[in-house]
Nanobody, 125 residues
Framework: VQLQASGGGLVQAGGSLRLSCAAS????????MGWFRQTPGKEREFVAG????????YYADSVKGRFTISRDNARNTVYLQMNSLKLEDTAVYYC???????????????????WGQGTQVTVSS
């Protein structure tokens, strides 16, 4: 499966962006998906995860209440709505598919096996 993240850009603090992750080559409608982010010199960190049927949705504490993960299985796409953006949200954002052997609620990088190329989000003051 190939994952293509898009929707990043430059936004002022307090603003909003919506990221999309479009899958091709294979359906992700039965896959648990996640969003991660990474800044230079830091490890990639978990942001949000969603089960295939959207019954399990969970977030990193740092984005809870501001970000919303969702999916449209008919479009083979996962979204990340980011509101009330802060300077510290600046990062490259990646979408990924959870490995079939990883547990529900997976948050570790090595629990995801397919990754998109990333989209840059820059929050300015």
């Amino acid at each position: 499966v190939q994952l293509q993240a898009s929707g990043g850009g430059l936004v002022q603090a307090g603003g909003s962006l919506r990221l999309s992750c479009a899958a091709s080559g294979r359906t992700i409608s039965t896959s648990h998906m996640g969003w991660f982010r990474q800044t230079p010199g830091k490890e990639r960190e978990f942001v949000a995860g969603i089960s295939w049927g959207s019954r399990l949705i969970y977030y990193a504490d740092s984005v809870k209440g501001r970000f919303t993960i969702s999916r449209d299985n008919a479009r083979n796409t996962v979204y990340l709505q980011m509101n009330s953006l802060k300077l510290e949200d600046t990062a490259v954002y990646y979408c990924a598919r959870k490995s079939l052997t990883a547990p529900a609620g997976a948050r570790l990088v090595n629990e995801y096996d397919y990754w998109g190329q990333g989209t840059q989000v820059t929050v300015s003051s």
